[in-house]
């Protein structure tokens, strides 16, 4: 450690140093073309994305999938995690939830093809049901956004942008071949894609086949208890997963119109020793006879989307409707251990299959209209969209209630060009949401004493219940980009609406063994964020740094007490819901340096602080608080004539300590991890091959990360991992 | 190029002082369950009769201050957890529940108390399963940090 923190200090002194000197001095200018990116024929040019951050005045990311191949994790986020200020909530191998700048869960939005995605996106262990090889564009949203997509997207949002269209008289497609070491991951996606003059199709089928990953230890402590690891595996980490993608459609002069189809199914393990932080005894002799079978505990998880965007010209304004459905179907997996007075025997006539701990069944149903105008320097939007959502649940244990709801939001915005210097930003939109819980009564019969008597009841756990909330919300943004310099400011209000699990959960939750009670009475939250973002871009130097200020009036909070349940709860400790003002603030900072045309340096860093003000945990952080971190990186990029667009690089990570942690977290030490990328395109006949390699955590260091699912039960993350993948593009006719 | 000097000063600094910050103390300690004292019940590894009256006993200890604490008696035929403890005590085979027996009860710990003796009467049944049970401790503090102890312990 002390020899690593070494290297750190004087690699960090270096790069700042190397950085201040070539700074003052007059360099040669080196071209360094705009990326010209080339998929499905189609050229995305960078400058698209250079003048969206322009004239955007919210902090925006944008990624293409060639940063994804480059950066390839076991999910989608976890292959965005290189940005500063996304991180993950990392769940084994497979799966993860978007972290934006802290936030998380129902807080961050993700658009796909301009649907809100809607899974259970309340749980820490349900990972985003996307398919990363599906994914062409990415642009991430750090701040609130909620006056663009309603509610939810106080902090902020993550926006899969469409395919772009094959280019005219085309016929071809791509496959994409995947390993890892670490997890002896098998992945594939294979696409298709054709086009005469007007119509189109795009289809791709991903399949992903992994086991149990494994850590650089061979003992880990789930509490006290030690827990022996075969073979440095993760007992039951195994996953897989099966895709299908299509769309289709027609795109003319004036009328543009695509149909996205999408299921996306996984079945991944969970670390079979602790489910729901109890240290478990299983069999090992069934559980380590194979890394790559799926046992008990389980989640199983199909995502299914279909939707239709249609975009037309009518004089000056541009329309677009667009009208989706998606279904969210999934279950959890795990041998029937009776808690509280449920039966020590598993009713033969239940209603459930004995196995199946909990169902999540979600319908949702979405249309939304909107037209886009020139006035003057005007360039206004205005729209609107409805969503109408059903819950059931299933299984045979409790957390939240089935519950239908109802949102409609409306709203306009503005960008003005001043000149060509200056752009100004406004926005508003009201919302309105309905949500509708029903009732629920246990299935088993518990004591109940009452005036010296005791008699057994089947307890309520939910009522009928509906809660209404509307919000006004506003944004003002201006930029300003006198040439190499640009600035921006904005100031936003966001808002989300509670949800079920916030209002009416009422039973255990098995990931962290802790009994979960929602609160009724709870407000729409709101959020007020100051966003500001400076950037210098010359040729060979470029510096971003985006702070910002955000504060909430009344957060949701899930409290732990110093309570404990003894009915459903089995004796647990009582978490309940609350709302206390938080106040949050940070920045994200990141410079690239060339030294020479092939080769340059870069640093990216993030800082997050988070104070609950109020409340019952006054003084306290918020849970999930990524630790500050930097990453330097050297990328080099040598000219070789048989290769195109050769790379190298290697990158250090910096995770400094998280002391700041409220319970049940603990502190978490600070880490270095090392990783390595290189990879080319090599041009075979027609087309050209790209191949690129990882090494992931190259020294195998043994770490915990502080915002992964397992933390709370130690578990370090995936030792080293080499990652080989291989885009194969072919064309059958042109 | 003197703004670039300008701007890399500004973020130094903004990023040395947004990194040490004026934080008021806040709780970060758990409570500790001690069992180690000798007339401490149960501990790993008792045994109880059916048809007794059992006093449980243990001390609890806290920084600031006690929350409030639970027990869980609750049956381990099927051999399905660990007790949180290093020694095991040794096991009967795997069987069927028929009448186990369930207790579950929460405590409360007067306010303010940084150190507590707990004691509590348990009533074992006569007619339960007996065999191996778990006997489970949960004790919080008031900022809601909480303290497991399972103990393994078998009912005669």
Known sequence: MKNAQFLFWNFFLLISLLISVEAFSQNQPSEKKPEIKELNEVLVNGN??????????????????????????????????????????????????????GLSFNQVIVVENGLKHEGQQWGADHGLEIDQYAVNRVEIIKGPSSFIYGSDAVGGAVNIKPLPLPSQNTFGGSVDLTGKSNNALFGSSV???????????????TTMDYGDYRVPTDVVHVYSYAVPLYKNHLRNTAGKELDFHLSTGYSGENLKSVFYFSNVHTKSGFFANAHGLEPRNVDTELHDKSSRDILMPYQQVNHLKVSNTTSFQLGDHAFETQIGFQNNFRREWSHYVNHGYMPPIYPEDMYAPKDLERQYDKNVWSFSAKDEFRLNRHQITIGSNVALQENEIGGWSFLIPAFTQFNAGLFAYDKIELNEKWFLNGAIRYDYGKIKMKSYYDWFQSPVSENNQTEMEYLQRSQDLTKNFDSFT?????????????????????????????????????????????????DAERSYQLDLGMEWKSQNFSFQLTPFANYFPNFIYLNPTSAHDVYYGAGNQVFEYEQSKVFRYGAEFQTRYYFLKSLSAEIAAEYLYSEQKSGSKKGYTLPFSPPPSVLFGLNYEPQISFLREPYFSVDYRFTAQQNNIVPPEKKTAESHVVNLAFGTKVKTGKETVSISIQVQNLFNTRYLNHTSFYRLIELPEAGRNVIVSMKIPFSISR | MKKIRFIITIVVLAFITSCSSDKAEIDSEYPVIDITGANAFPIQCSTISRGQTITFKATFNDNVALGSYSLDIHHNFDHHTHSTEVTTCEMEAVKKPVKPMLFINNYTIPDGVKTYEATAQITIPADVDPGDYHFMIRLTDKEGWQTLKGLSIKIL
């Open chain 1, 48 to 101: 698209s994305i250079e003048k969206r951050k322009k004239e955007e005045s919210l902090n925006v990311e944008t990624v293409n999938n060639s940063f994804i191949q480059r950066n390839l994790g076991g999910s989608l986020m976890q292959s965005l995690q290189k940005l500063p200020g996304v991180k993950t909530i990392s769940i084994g191998s497979g799966g993860s939830k978007p972290l934006i700048r």
């Open chain 1, 191 to 205: 696409n298709l894609f054709g086009r005469n003059e007007n119509w189109f199709f795009d289809s791709r089928v």
């Open chain 1, 474 to 522: 506003w944004s003002i943004g201006a930029n300003y980009n006198p040439g190499k310099l640009s600035l921006k400011a904005n100031l936003g209000s966001s808002f989300r609406m509670p949800i079920s699990k916030e209002l009416a959960s009422n039973g255990v939750n098995y990931h962290y063994f802790r009994f979960e009670k929602g609160n009724p009475n709870l």
